[in-house]
């Protein structure tokens, strides 16, 4: 596992954080929004959204006065990348194992 996929793992372990990159994979939303729709204060939305951009899931950008959220795309590739590696890592062993087993005795 790259640095970056376990920044983004453990970036997405606390789950408010990961309630926020939901969201924000839904839909791009400023840090008041976010916070209307959690349960968790703006300063506490800010820090979270500080920790998802340190770990390259989210980007901002400035729209008016307000900055905007929003997930990477690359992020969630990546992220989905290394999810797939167990995937087929999980279908090669099932395969195996089903070579394996002999076949059953008819009567």
Known sequence: ???YQERALQALGDP?????????SQNPSPVGQLARELPISRPA???HLKVLKEAGLVF???TGT???YQVDPK???ALREYFDSFWGQ?????R???QDQPGKDKK
């Open 75 to 77: 992020a969630v590739e």
């Open 1 to 3: 596992m790259t640095t």
């Open 90 to 94: 999980a279908l090669a062993s099932f």
């Open 96 to 98: 195996a194992a089903a």
């Open 60 to 62: 901002d950008r400035q």
């Open 45 to 47: 939305v800010s820090q």
């Open 16 to 24: 408010s954080r990961r309630q926020i990159f939901e969201r924000l």
């Open 66 to 68: 307000r900055r905007v």
